[in-house]
């Protein structure tokens, strides 16, 4: 079982930034891969990032350029480091963790979620 604890949500002006944390702890030698989603009100919940654990990375279209996944291992800690944030980029953001095979992710774990406002 692996726990994941979210933490760094706020609000914000347009055009600030701000950064992401993900903890985890447990049996964490059974993530191959890591990511950040959100879902804002009346959406559905999407992909933000993620990062495998041979380091390859992978952004939705809408926050290339400005978002920035990372980890430190000897953290356990997953970052999302959000830049020129926009209003469209309010929502409750969600750490995940698993592993992967292809689209399928198992064991999968959900934090609690984060909420993030940008206000204009």
């Known amino acids: 079982q692996v726990q994941v604890v979210e933490s760094g949500g706020g609000l914000v002006q347009a055009g600030g930034s701000l950064r992401l944390s993900c903890a985890a702890s447990g049996s964490i030698f059974s993530i191959s891969a890591m990511g950040w989603y959100r879902q804002a009100p009346g959406k559905q919940r999407e992909l933000v990032a993620i990062i495998t654990s041979g380091g390859s990375t992978n952004y939705a279209d809408s926050v290339k350029g400005r978002f920035t996944i990372s980890e430190d291992n000897a953290k356990n800690t997953m970052y999302l480091q959000m830049n020129s944030l926009k209003p469209e980029d309010t929502a409750v953001y969600y750490c995940?963790?698993?592993?992967?095979?292809?689209?399928?992710?198992?064991?999968?774990?959900w934090g609690q979620g984060t909420q993030v406002t940008v206000s204009s």
């Open positions: 995940r963790r698993g592993k992967t095979y292809g689209s399928l992710w198992s064991p999968d774990y």
